[in-house]
Structure formats: structure tokens, C-alpha cells
């Protein structure tokens, strides 16, 4: 890739997966007012939210950050098998964008027992979104973390290049 | 391989491990398990009650 070229896809790259997970701390946000509300509309309105922001936000950041992580690790001489911290990486974009696929079903659950009249509080509130957005935001940061640092370790690819 | 890697993959390997383990155990988790501890059909079924009994379309608002 041309210098050029390769500052257009990390652009790409960084934008999509901090926009990932800015937009998992938002949903974060959306999923304890969720927990701690008193006010049955709010809940209500924050899993139909949810669902929503799941979709048409989270879904495709993440296939972004996934794509353009492969681009850049393809493209540039960091290679996708050549050192550790490359590897972990996608593994882990891996894990969060097929947990993050599996959960729309649950989400998509919960926004349909939210848009059903007579669905009382106690019923409604759960844990789980806050467990799994929780667990998202650890995921996302300590990947971000890795891309900054870039901690030392080539593999058996990276030493024959 | 360095050691941070170990970690990592330790750490992995232990979440893995506590993920089957739940599921040999017939812990409940995953689409559907959320709603109140109760399965989300029933729930919905509950919620929906009080329009699925107006069927013969008596009800006018």
C-alpha cells in the first residue's frame, strides 16, 4: 500500500473501532438507566433502543473494525500472523463480533416484551445487558490498549520474514 | 512466547472453561434466558393477555 493509502485505511481502522467502543459504553449507559429506573417508559424505552443501536450501530462498527483491521494487517508489513499482539487482536474483534451477533436475539426479545402492553417492571429489568456490554467495553479497551503499546513477540511467521 | 501472551491465553482458556462448564451443568444462559428468569414466551404471553382475550371484537375504544 502507498503511505497515503495506508494512513486512509488506519484512519479508517481507528475510527471504526473507537467508534465501536464509544458506542458500547453508550449502550452501557442506556442498560444500567435500564437497571436502576423506577419509571417503567424508560425501561421500556431504553431495550427498544437498544435493539436498535445494536443493529444499525454496533453491528456494523464492528464488522468495520474487523474489515479494516484485516486490510491494515494485510496491507502493511505487520502481517496478520507475524506478531502476538495482531493475533490477539483478532481473536478477540472475532469472540465480540459473534457474541455481539448471537445477542440481537436476546435484545430483540426484550425489545418486543418492552413494546407489549401490560409488561410489568419486575419482568422487564434484567442484568444481562449491562453483564454483556460490560464485558464488551473490558474487551474493546484492553484491544486498544494492545494496539497503542504493541507489546514485543513475533511468531514463527514473523521470525522468517 | 512471551509471557503476556501466556497470560492471555490462560485467562481465555480459564473463561472457556467456565462457559462449558456452565453449559454441562444446564446453566441457563444465552437468547431468550433474560426476561425475569422466566422464559420470554410466557412472559410475552402474560403481557399480552389482557388484548388476546378480546377476540370477538366487541371491545371498541
Redesign the interface.
Known amino acids: 500500500m502507498s503511505p497515503r493509502l495506508r494512513k486512509l485505511a488506519l484512519t479508517a481502522h481507528v475510527t471504526s473501532s473507537v467508534g465501536w467502543l464509544g458506542a458500547v459504553a453508550g449502550s452501557l449507559g442506556l442498560a444500567v438507566a435500564a437497571v436502576v429506573s423506577e419509571d417503567i417508559e424508560t425501561v421500556r424505552a431504553v431495550y427498544v433502543t437498544l435493539e436498535l443501536t445494536s443493529a444499525y450501530v454496533l453491528v456494523p462498527l464492528a464488522f468495520a473494525s474487523l474489515l479494516t483491521g484485516l486490510i491494515q494487517a494485510l496491507g502493511t508489513s505487520w502481517g496478520l500472523f507475524r506478531h502476538?499482539w495482531v493475533i490477539?487482536k483478532l481473536?478477540m474483534n472475532l469472540f465480540a463480533a459473534v457474541v455481539l451477533l448471537?445477542?440481537l436475539?436476546?435484545l430483540s426479545?426484550?425489545a418486543?416484551?418492552a413494546s407489549?402492553?401490560?409488561?410489568d417492571l419486575?419482568?422487564?429489568?434484567?442484568p444481562?445487558p449491562v453483564l454483556h456490554a460490560s464485558a464488551a467495553l473490558l474487551l474493546l479497551l484492553i484491544a486498544t490498549t494492545l494496539s497503542i503499546f504493541k507489546?514485543?513477540?513475533t511468531t514463527r511467521f514473523g521470525r522468517q520474514v | 512466547?512471551?509471557r503476556?501472551?501466556k497470560v492471555?491465553l490462560i485467562v481465555?482458556l480459564v473463561l472457556l472453561l467456565i462457559l462449558v462448564i456452565s453449559l454441562v451443568l444446564g446453566v441457563k444462559h444465552?437468547?431468550?434466558?433474560?426476561?425475569?428468569h422466566?422464559p420470554?414466551v410466557a412472559?410475552?404471553a402474560?403481557?399480552?393477555?389482557?388484548?388476546s382475550a378480546d377476540t370477538t371484537g366487541t371491545h371498541k375504544s
Open positions: 502476538y490477539v481473536v448471537l445477542y436475539q436476546t426479545d426484550l418486543g416484551l407489549a402492553p401490560g409488561t419486575d419482568t422487564l429489568r434484567t444481562s507489546p514485543r513477540g | 512466547m512471551p503476556w501472551v492471555f481465555g444465552g437468547p431468550g434466558m433474560h426476561s425475569g422466566r420470554l412472559a410475552v402474560t403481557a399480552a393477555q389482557p388484548f
